[in-house]
Nanobody, 112 residues
Framework: QVQLVESGGGLVQPGGSLKLSCVGS????????MSWYRQAPGKEREFVAD????????GYADSVKGRFTISRDNAKNTVYLQMNSLKPEDTAVYYC?????WGQGTQVTVSS
């Protein structure tokens, strides 16, 4: 059974940082591109970042480029999203995606 479990969300002030983690199980993690998406209230789910199986290539949405960094540790079956210089518009539920499956999401709220 495939599982993706996110953690690390929370409440942070504008300009602050958070690091999200997603642990995968039930599939060969190091075979797959892994991605982060987010969904804000009343909006569609949108792409944030992805990383190839080896970690050599990473892609980012324009809205987060230069502020967010995606990485992975295949030995730990984990993908990360380091989020710096957070803005109120980054507030959303963040989802991990891989092997055609989704995690349950973790809430990130950026507010003073």
């Amino acid at each position: 059974q495939v599982q993706l479990v996110e953690s690390g969300g929370g409440l942070v002030q504008p300009g602050g940082s958070l690091k999200l983690s997603c642990v995968g199980s039930g599939f060969t993690f190091n075979y797959y591109v892994m991605s982060w998406y987010r969904q804000a209230p009343g909006k569609e789910r949108e792409f944030v970042a992805d990383i190839t199986s080896t970690g050599r290539t990473r892609g980012y949405a324009d809205s987060v480029k230069g502020r967010f960094t995606i990485s992975r540790d295949n030995a730990k079956n984990t993908v990360y999203l380091q989020m710096n210089s957070l803005k109120p518009e980054d507030t959303a539920v963040y989802y991990c995606h891989g092997n055609s499956d989704w995690g349950q999401g973790t809430q990130v709220t950026v507010s003073s």
